[in-house]
């Protein structure tokens, strides 16, 4: 649920930003209270921030206001970013353990979904799939038949087979495949040549070449996962995030969750807020990963189409009730651009979006209004 302050304004400026390690009776940085619950289809109006031009990626950034030592919680480096649950337990020792709990999860999605793993299931698959179908887990083929869906709804924008060529590209390094090498590899790039066996089990690549990458769906799937399990065990207020991707599960014991939208260029600024309960939020942005080589920008999120970094758009918000899905849309509308990427959303019901086009323009989903001027 997405909540408004009132129906004139539901998001305020927040220029601060903070990092959290390991934490009990954290204290937030800012907060504030939320209000009427909206109607099932809320308009939202964006307050644009004093600095900066627009919104981008979705990080969180505020957490309770009060400093409960039932607010148990962790930060750690995994998955090539920072993640983190912060819970609310009666039980300190118990809130412990469930903190411990989806660390461990966390831990555990990575050593099997991380294609920088050499024993992963998704090296395996992608070592030995285009000579014969390979045995996998049910919950990765669950994941892969999910991206696969996304990638038909959208038609081939969102693709796990874009690492056939996405592999070649070394951000750290500044290392940026040739146009030779490109075009001898982009054929491997099309979902259709995965193919899914659900009663044995199996993934096989139906092309040589071909290698998948599940980066735009497994961090929203994890945090989506870790609610669930938080929820199973009776926690009813908890926030989850890794990375771009944030899941909250109820509210801040009578509050919204505040969930900070962080400026495109300018780290440590942040140019919105949002307040939500149990709701998920993901957003893909060109600043994440990336390197800058005579004045062009190489991002991760590659165009399927060509097999080099996606222009025109700078990042891309979606609000939504799970966060696998918010993952795989940020990135299948950071790909189709504004128009396009606005069409698909509206084929999702409940799932809103804010594009941040290249030359600092705002386009939002249909349940989303502008600010006024």
């Known amino acids: 649920m997405l909540l408004a302050r009132s129906t004139r304004a539901s998001i305020r400026n927040n220029p601060a930003s903070g990092q959290r390690t390991r934490s009990r009776g ?3 940085r800012a907060a504030e209270r939320g209000g009427e619950a909206p109607p099932a289809r809320l308009r939202l109006r964006l307050a644009a921030a004093k600095r900066g031009p627009a919104l981008t990626a979705a990080a969180l950034l505020a957490l309770p206001a009060a400093a409960f030592a039932e607010w148990i919680g962790e930060a ?3 998955m090539g970013t920072r993640v983190s649950v912060e819970l609310w337990h009666e039980d300190p020792a118990v809130g ?12 555990r999605i990575d050593r099997e979904m991380s294609t920088y793993r050499p024993d992963s299931q998704i090296s395996r698959v992608n070592a030995e799939a285009a000579e014969r179908p390979v045995v996998v887990d049910r919950e990765l083929l669950s994941i892969v038949g999910r991206a696969l869906e996304l990638s038909a709804a959208s038609d081939g924008a969102f693709d796990i087979t874009y690492e056939s060529v996405g592999y070649l590209y070394d951000f750290r390094a500044r290392l940026r495949p040739s146009d030779d090498d490109i075009a001898a590899r982009l054929d491997a790039i099309d979902y259709r040549h995965v193919e899914l066996d659900a009663r044995a089990s199996t993934i096989r690549f139906k092309a040589p070449g071909v290698r998948i990458n599940l980066g735009g769906i497994a961090k929203g799937y994890a945090v989506e996962r870790a609610a669930a399990l938080l929820r ?3 926690v009813r207020h908890a926030v989850l995030n890794a990375g771009g991707d944030s ?3 109820g509210d801040r014991r009578g509050r919204p969750w505040i969930i900070g939208i962080r400026h495109p260029r300018v780290d440590g600024e942040v140019v919105t807020r949002l307040p939500l309960v149990d709701e998920a939020v993901s957003t893909s942005g060109d600043y994440e990963r990336y390197f800058e080589d005579d004045g062009r920008r190489y991002h991760h999120i590659l165009n399927p189409r060509t097999g080099e970094p996606t222009e025109g758009v700078v990042s891309v918000t979606v609000i939504g009730p799970d966060a696998t899905t918010t993952d795989g849309l940020s990135t299948s509308v950071f790909v189709l651009g504004p128009a396009a990427g606005l069409e698909l959303i ?3 019901p409940g799932y809103e979006a804010v594009i941040v086009d290249a030359e600092g323009r705002l386009s939002y989903s249909s349940g989303l209004a502008p600010p006024a001027d």
Do not use: K, T
Not at 98 to 105: E, F
């Open 96 to 107: 412990r353990e469930l903190v411990d709990m989806v660390l461990d999860d966390y831990r």
């Open 247 to 249: 899941r909250v599960l």
């Open 76 to 78: 750690i480096d995994l």
């Open 346 to 348: 509206e084929r999702f």
């Open 232 to 234: 199973e065990r009776g």
């Open 26 to 28: 954290h204290r937030a």
